[in-house]
């Protein structure tokens, strides 16, 4: 497994007042509808089915009126940004104004997606957003499959995706399945239709899933019709521990996080042409996934990111996804330059400064510091 070296000592001190100059971002999509019918077909199909054999309960009829408003109401939209990523977008750009206007007013945007919809839609509500607050700036904007590598890497990387395919990351996350995922949330909506105990697992895990999707819709997801507190954690942790096992890095692999290589070199890259005053843009934006995040953050070791442990069991109180890529999420590198022509990096967590490096509370790193710290972050055969 590669490992980092102790990180560099880096001083307290910044040289005067900072005046920012350049900014990385890179963003998760905002709020959207389900991403398939998957889960709320999955749902309607058991309850359905248990309608028809007499065992459905009256919470499990109600629950079948609203699976199926969902169902119709998602028709041709499933996985569509809705009104509430659109905003999220919104008031992410207008707070990039709020705080940077000199990085707009007269400045150069370039913004990037994936070629998801939900992803273009995105940059385009973030963009419009900066136009609107700002006629004074130059845009280019950019979608496709072309940005893969950088944003949806999770698909293109072969060696990944044949880790991902294999079962050893499933052997971890079953064990807590098979020992977590309570039955009864299923037993309350279908009865006793079904007989095995697994089954009945499965189908709490659908009706979790069901419901979590609601938020993201603006539509109240009413967990505790179904689910105990403590029922309701198992699941959250056992769903939380597939995203870590897939998109972070683990004891089991790294490959994980080292699918976000090439685009953290891209952003050393970029920071390095803005520091040298060769880059045409003051800002530069790419929107992706959940997926595109938690790799790159992982990789940057970033706090409450990064866990490693063989205790997997314990994933849920070190790495949480809601923490880590909430809808709209986002990681910003502000680059700053002093009266002295010295450039300092300052990194934003979901628009929260916090330290880049580990065992270190400093917020604003000396470029210098900061890119030796990325460098090494990134795999061998990509370090600069």
């Not at 803005?274 to 843009?281: E, H, I, L, M, Y």
Request: aromatic share 10%; with cysteine.
């Amino acid at each position: 497994m590669r490992r980092l070296t102790p990180p560099l000592p880096c001083s307290n001190r910044v040289d005067g007042t900072l005046t920012p100059v350049f900014i990385n971002h890179v963003g998760r999509h905002g709020a959207r509808f389900p991403s398939s019918a998957q889960n709320t077909t999955l749902l309607i199909k058991a309850l359905v089915t248990a309608d028809s054999v007499g065992s459905i309960t009256p919470l499990g009829r109600d629950l079948l009126k609203q699976a199926r408003y969902i169902s119709e109401y998602c028709r041709n939209r499933w996985g569509a940004l809705d009104s509430l990523g659109m905003a999220e977008q919104r008031g992410i750009a207008s707070r990039m104004f709020r705080t940077y206007p000199r990085l707009i007013d007269g400045g150069k945007v370039s913004a990037l997606s994936s070629y998801s919809p939900r992803c273009i839609m995105s940059m385009y509500e973030f963009t419009h957003q900066l136009s609107r607050l700002n006629h004074n700036v130059e845009m280019t904007t950019s979608s496709g499959k072309q940005n893969s590598p950088l944003m949806r890497p999770f698909n293109v990387d072969t060696e990944y995706i044949d880790w991902r395919a294999s079962n050893a990351w499933e052997e971890p996350y079953n064990m807590l399945y098979e020992t977590t995922v309570p039955a009864a949330p299923a037993r309350k909506i279908v009865g006793n239709m079904l007989t095995d105990s697994s089954l009945n697992r499965e189908l709490s895990m659908t009706l979790y899933s069901f419901l979590a999707s609601l938020p993201a819709m603006n539509i109240p997801a009413d967990f505790d019709k179904y689910f105990t507190r403590e029922e309701l954690n198992a699941c959250w942790a056992v769903d939380n521990l597939r995203l870590y096992l897939r998109y972070s890095a683990s004891t089991l692999s790294t490959l994980p996080a080292d699918i976000a290589g090439e685009l953290l070199a891209n952003l050393i890259a970029t920071t390095d042409r803005a520091v040298s005053g060769q880059s045409p843009q003051t800002v530069m934006l790419r929107f992706g996934h959940a997926e595109t995040l938690m790799p790159l953050l992982s990789l940057m070791r970033l706090r409450g990111c990064y866990y490693m442990t063989n205790y997997f069991d314990t994933t849920a109180l070190h790495w949480r996804d809601f923490d880590i890529v909430p809808m709209g999420a986002n990681l910003q590198m502000i680059l700053f330059k002093s009266k002295k022509g010295n450039y300092y990096l300052r990194v934003d967590l979901n628009e929260k400064p916090i330290p880049l490096m580990p065992n270190s509370d400093t917020i604003y790193l000396p470029w210098d510091t900061a890119r030796d710290y990325l460098n090494r972050c990134l795999p061998l055969h990509l370090q600069l």
